[in-house]
């Protein structure tokens, strides 16, 4: 089975510039979450998704926002970036949220620069 | 609220010699356990979790943790280690709850020399 894909692999974006990033989880999975990882510190959470609504937030900036679609999916939009924005941004895919129970899947990253 | 704190950033070991990464972590409340480890250019894999019972869990690649609740730690042990271990470990946890973030701490990058 297929793991959980994030696209683009790399991105290079300038200040105030707007992104979206993708996320597509393992195929069964209903909840996705979003983690951003500044080089040199460990994954900080962002989002979770489950069924297509929001299940928890991190403390990040209302510049940050995500949405889940109807085949789980999700995207992450970034809007007016900041140099501080730069990181690689992590989507994990589980089959229900109750990160104990079940076992959270990292995909590889979609490596965000801003200049 | 929950924190990690992984008290070494880097360990460099000799290949085949073993290795503990520490980790500790404060929360009022009770919370599940785990450590990541990733590889360079890459995302998250799960090493292991501790969740309940034993407080001895092993995990992949020859690895295994302790989760003291006392100490209030959960250090990740290999009795030998190989190149191909070298990556960043990252110990986390969360709380016992239906829709809970992950807290990770900073992490620690373990080198193996030859």
């Known amino acids: 089975d297929a793991g959980v894909t994030q696209s683009p692999t790399h991105l290079i974006k300038t200040r105030g510039q707007q992104v979206t990033l993708r996320c597509s989880p393992i195929?069964?999975?209903?909840?996705v979450s979003w983690y951003q990882q500044v080089l040199g510190q460990g994954p900080q959470f962002i989002f979770q998704y489950y069924e297509k609504e929001e299940r928890g937030r991190g403390n990040f900036p209302d510049r940050f926002s995500a949405r889940q679609f109807p085949n789980y999916s999700s995207e992450l939009n970034v809007n007016a970036l900041l140099l501080g924005d730069s990181a690689l941004y992590l989507c994990?895919?589980?089959?229900?949220?109750?990160?104990?129970?079940?076992?959270?899947?990292f995909g590889p990253g979609t490596r965000l620069t801003v200049t | 609220a929950q924190s990690v704190t992984q008290l070494d950033s880097q360990v460099p070991v000799f290949e085949e010699a073993p290795v503990e990464l520490r980790c500790n972590y404060s929360?009022?409340?009770?919370?599940?356990l785990f450590w990541y480890v990733q590889y360079p250019n890459q995302g998250l894999q799960l090493l292991l979790k501790y969740l309940s019972g034993s407080t001895l869990v092993k995990g992949i690649n020859g690895f295994e943790a302790e989760f003291n609740k006392s100490q209030t730690s959960f250090h990740l042990r290999k009795p030998s280690v190989h190149i191909s271990d070298t990556a960043e470990y990252f110990c986390a946890v969360t709380r016992y709850s239906s829709a809970s973030k992950i807290i990770f701490g900073s992490g620690t990058r373990l080198s193996i020399r030859p």
């Open positions: 929360s009022s409340v009770s919370v599940y």
């Open positions: 195929s069964g999975h209903k909840s």
């Open positions: 994990a895919s589980s089959r229900q949220p109750g990160q104990g129970e079940y076992e959270q899947y």
